[in-house]
């Protein structure tokens, strides 16, 4: 035995990319969960590349954020970040009707609160940590929903004070 812990060493990972946050165990849920289809156009990924991306901030810059890796942040979504032609570089480059369908989202923005659209679904889909879905908004705990949910007359007035000084 070659002196134990050896945590110095570089440990083998599986593969050369840097989305190492991300569990095996994971990957397979979230593809079960999306039928094993694109969410974005609803090509089948059997057998063809695609990306399991972080919703929130994008691929290569998710690891800031410790929720990255949850099931509530990941979609399965046809092609790679880097290559043409597919909604992981649509996604990638901040296509608004791909973020008005929640399949990525600003840094600002709850996974968990911000339900996607994905294709061929007839409603708005509220995807879990655990990779279950709600087909109606998840209410948070200890905080009691009021009957409109965008009237927070807080946000309103924080940014019309917001103006240039
Ligand atoms: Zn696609």
Redesign the pocket.
Known sequence: MKGGGGLSRRLPMTGTRRDTGLSARVRVLVRQRDGYA?A??G?SIIGRPHSIYPRRTGGMRATSWPGAYLASNLVV???AATSPG??SLACEQRDPLMHARGLWLWSTEDPAAVPVLRHGSTGPEWLLPDGAIAYEEPTGRGQPRQGRPEADPKQRTSRALGRRK
Do not use: A, K, P, Q
């Open positions: 694109c974005g156009c090509t979504l046809c092609g597919g909604c």
